[in-house]
């Protein structure tokens, strides 16, 4: 297949990965949140063995703790809201063209200027022709097995508040004319507490060619309905699906928010999952390792990055080697 964007497990020439930076929105959580992106860098560089991580930093300020914590890892200091560059970078097609697709702050949500025009400037940095396009589209709503299929939730892409004018039929054909999807799955709502609208790299992650990882509920999951849902939409698609654990309930504040083990990145040398202090965090590490037996599986723990509402998937993304 030519002209399509890869499974992340193709090799990748290198990765971008947003850097906290604004004191006012990350408040007390800024100095952890730093050290466990740090930590993710590090992690995906695999001290050489992996990609080359680019940790992308508003500001000189930010830049200096970065060089200071992932001394390996490449500096590009560009202006942005925030680090959520799974949704506000380019999407890097097989032959290097980047898709730049617009957002609007995750449904009006939080707009930025400066999360508008950070596309155009990674790919530029890069050095990789840019195709503007029209359609609202944020990297986490979709998921793609290289082959393809794309998964992707109905709570996202058909929710008025991001493309309003175009039908299911005019999104699929966006997506097919673009990225090189033949198949569309709709899986329904995302994760409770998700304040994207239910992005599908929260809740189902393509592992290989036609295998679709989905979760099981533990507990007083309150994303059991959820799963249930999601299984019961894959099992009617030619898909494998592989189980994976459920972090279960957990809260910020009294309130369930979005944590999830399926937000790992998937990099040249390791695979990162995140880790949220919970029972089912060692085995939800060792059974994404038995999905990437050729790739070292690490669990790092987001504790700080999710009080922002993401975790290493969502503030990554990467750049397909050629």
């Known amino acids: 297949m030519t002209d399509h964007f890869p499974a992340e497990w193709a090799p990748h020439d290198s990765v971008w990965i947003g850097f906290p930076s604004a004191p006012d929105l990350w408040l007390e959580d800024l100095e952890g949140a730093q050290e466990e992106v740090a930590a993710f860098a590090r992690a995906v560089h695999a001290g050489g063995k992996g990609e080359r991580v ?107 508040n991001r493309n309003p004018g175009m039908s299911r039929e005019q999104i699929e054909a966006e997506l097919k004319a673009n990225l090189g999807v033949t198949q569309i799955l709709w899986l329904g709502e995302g994760l409770a507490g998700d ?45 494998e699906i592989v189980p994976l654990p459920s972090p279960g309930r957990v809260e910020e504040e009294g309130e369930p928010i979005a944590a999830s083990y399926m937000n790992f990145y998937i990099g040249n040398a390791a695979v990162v999952v995140p880790t949220h202090g919970q029972p089912n965090d060692d085995a939800a590490v060792k059974a994404i390792a038995a999905l990437f037996p050729d790739r070292q599986v690490v669990g790092l723990p987001t504790g700080h990055i999710l009080t922002g509402g993401g975790s290493f998937h969502c503030i990554s993304q990467q750049v397909p080697a050629r």
């Open 54 to 160: 680019e940790l992308v930093c508003a500001d000189e300020d930010a830049a200096t703790v970065a060089r200071r914590l992932a001394p390996d890892a490449a500096i590009l200091i560009e202006p942005f809201f925030d680090i959520w560059l799974r949704d506000t970078g380019p999407l890097v097609l097989s032959d290097g063209r980047a898709l730049d697709y617009p957002g609007n702050g995750w449904g009006g949500k939080y707009p930025s200027p400066l999360d508008e025009a950070l596309a155009e400037k990674l790919a530029a940095h890069a050095d990789l022709p840019r195709t503007a396009k029209t359609m609202i589209l944020e990297g986490g709503a979709i998921d793609m097995d290289g082959a393809g299929l794309l998964v992707t939730t109905e709570q996202c892409l058909l929710n008025p």
């Open 195 to 239: 304040h994207t609208d239910g992005h599908v790299d929260n809740l189902a992650r393509f592992v290989a060619p036609g295998v679709l990882a989905l979760p099981e509920p533990d507990g007083d999951d309150p994303n059991a309905d959820v799963y249930a849902d999601a299984w019961q939409r894959a099992q009617n698609w030619p898909v």
